[in-house]
């Protein structure tokens, strides 16, 4: 298959808020990705991160609520791969204290729930969450396009918050 020598680097996509279809948004933004030229070992990372990311904004950011949306906006910044999963905030993310690490979690020292944020970091070169200008949760994803000696994907320090 042949590509256009000037791709396109930007793509959106709208969910419903229903479980499952963060399947469908996992296989367009793959192929995106493999088109961006995102590793292929990647690309299993960014589809496990991308569902986890958008299963929490179905449930904890748009609370199961069937007339609301996830919004997936995905753009190249300098030689990563960007994608923000946006839902429409019906519980805004407030982090209570420190969260507690996996190995104090499986100890049995909080609930098993809320390890996908753990788990979407260890998966993308950068992830956290970012200010929106109007009403809802945003979640930043990043990964690197191509294997490089560059450090990290922020072409804008500190505007996110890791994870």
């Given at each position: 298959m042949t590509y256009p020598t000037n791709p396109?680097?930007?793509?959106?996509?709208?969910l419903p808020n229903e479980l499952g279809y963060e399947l469908i948004a996992r296989d367009?933004?793959?192929?995106?990705?493999?088109?961006?030229?995102?590793?292929?070992?990647?690309?299993?990372?960014l589809k496990t991160a991308l569902c986890?990311?958008?299963?929490?904004?179905?449930?904890?950011?748009?609370?199961?609520?069937?007339?609301?949306?996830?919004?997936?906006l995905c753009r190249v910044e300098d030689e990563c791969l960007v994608i923000e999963v946006c839902d429409e905030g019906v519980r805004p993310f407030?982090?209570?204290?420190?969260?507690?690490?996996?190995?104090?979690?499986?100890?049995?020292?909080?609930?098993?729930?809320?390890?996908g944020l753990m788990l979407i970091?260890?998966?993308?070169?950068?992830?956290?969450?970012v200010s929106r200008d109007d009403v809802g949760n945003c979640f930043r994803?990043?990964?690197?396009?191509?294997?490089?000696?560059?450090?990290g994907c922020s072409s804008n320090p500190g505007s996110h918050v890791s994870v």
């Open positions: 396109i680097t930007s793509m959106e996509l709208i367009a933004v793959a192929a995106f990705a493999w088109r961006l030229g995102v590793p292929i070992d990647r690309i299993d990372d986890e990311a958008c299963i929490n904004a179905i449930e904890h950011g748009n609370s199961l609520k069937p007339d609301l949306h996830v919004e997936i407030a982090p209570k204290a420190e969260p507690l690490s996996i190995v104090e979690k499986l100890a049995g020292m909080g609930s098993l729930r809320g390890m970091s260890q998966l993308c070169d950068e992830s956290g969450f994803l990043a990964f690197q396009r191509h294997r490089a000696a560059s450090l």
